[in-house]
């Protein structure tokens, strides 16, 4: 193997770990200057389990993590995200979470609960095969730009150009069925079925209606995507380097996964509160027909864009990312790959595929 052919396999590899110890930098330069003989026993695909990394199948196999991890967490908190876009719209009558939950259940039953769980299920299904499949395809490709040095230098940056790429298709995607959720949710018996919520939805705003939302919807994806993979890789970086007694590969699989859902419900209490004024202008635009962004600041105002709200948006956004890396990582697992982020300082020789995140 040429040395282009060997830094193009392995400047991933190193950016796919959270190390960024002096130890690391001095082996991963040591191997650039002086390429291996790679044989069975360092970058081969059997070490892989027949898995070529980032192959078609690779970022497949990423993407159907990603349906599971976010299709499957978005359906659990139905509850809370009703009570929660009611409490947004209509804060008269839904005042707080008790007796938003207690207004839900007179007025609707227990049915009334899981109001909008189809297009919830399918449109995060999409977005989350969006995310974390074109992450993982932006990450490397901003890796092979940036070029070896900066690459492991200006990993940081990486992961938020990477995370923030990713949302924006991932946005386009997840829209149509976020306008149809709130407006089902906020405004019972709207429609009967998906197919008739869009149906009733075009009718009234036309096809373009069902993007009215986007700016708003990126403006807190975005955001939120960013600090999600950012935030949860320096923080189970910081908890395997402080808090873990023993490294990473010396752990259990539950362990790990323990690990993936602490870091990642820390991470989603963060991006909770950076990207709650979008949230509040995405359920307001959705809900209200004809309305605009200036409609929404002058009805809800600068303080209660920012808060209201929050408080269950906190809990339920931290509890969802939590959820959501610890399904990835289990599927991830699963499919024989390597959970996210927290390698120690190790040599790159020897098993690689340890070493891909």
């Known amino acids: 193997m040429d040395n282009n052919n060997f ?28 390429p291996p003989n790679c044989s069975s026993s360092s970058l081969s695909t059997s070490d892989l389990g027949q898995l070529e990394v980032f192959s078609p199948a ?6 159907i993590g990603g349906v599971f991890s976010c299709g499957l967490t978005h359906m659990a908190v139905t509850p809370l995200d009703i009570v ?16 938003g939950f207690g207004t ?3 007025e609707h039953g227990i049915k009334g609960f ?35 040095e900066n690459a492991a230098k200006y990993k940081t940056l990486i992961y938020l150009a990477g995370s923030a790429s990713a949302e924006l298709i ?7 069925f976020e306008a149809v959720k709130v407006r089902v949710q906020t405004n019972p018996g709207f429609a009967k079925g998906i197919s008739d919520s869009f149906l009733k939805f075009i009718n009234a705003e036309g096809t373009a209606g069902l993007y009215k939302g986007l700016g708003p919807l990126w403006g807190r994806q975005i955001p939120y995507t960013m600090m999600k993979f950012a935030c949860f890789e ?3 970086e910081m908890m395997y380097k402080h808090i873990i007694p023993i490294p990473k590969d010396e752990c259990s699989k539950s362990l790990q996964l323990g690990v993936s859902f602490a870091g990642g419900y820390v991470a989603g209490v963060l991006c909770a509160i950076v990207s709650h004024p979008a949230d509040n202008l995405v359920s307001f635009l959705n809900n209200s027909q004809g309305a605009t962004v200036s409609n929404a600041v002058q009805k809800l105002g600068l303080l ?8 269950l948006r906190i809990l339920m956004i931290g509890t969802l990312t939590g959820a959501q890396w610890g399904i990835y990582d289990a599927f991830k697992v699963v499919v024989g790959l390597p959970t996210t982020g927290g390698v120690g300082a190790r040599s790159l020789k020897g098993k690689s595929y340890d070493k891909v995140e």
């Not at 991932?170 to 149509?176: K, S, V």
């Not at 209660?304 to 408080?311: I, K, V, Y």
Request: glycine share 8%; with cysteine.
């Open 170 to 176: 991932a946005g386009i995607a997840l829209c149509p």
């Open 104 to 106: 839900l259940l007179k």
């Open 304 to 311: 209660g864009l920012f808060t209201r709200g929050l408080p």
């Open 234 to 236: 320096t923080i189970v």
């Open 58 to 63: 690779y970022y497949a196999k990423c993407s």
């Open 84 to 99: 929660k876009c009611n409490m947004q719209i209509n804060p008269a009558k839904y005042k707080n979470i008790s007796s």
């Open 7 to 34: 830094r193009q396999s392995v400047i991933p590899m190193f950016l796919y770990s959270s190390s960024s110890s002096s130890k690391y930098l001095i082996e991963f330069e040591h191997l650039i200057a002086k």
């Open 114 to 148: 899981f109001t909008g769980w189809v297009p919830t299920l399918l449109g995060y299904s999409v977005q989350g095969a969006c995310k974390f499949g074109f992450y993982e395809f932006f990450k490397k490709a901003y890796a092979d730009i940036a070029g070896p």
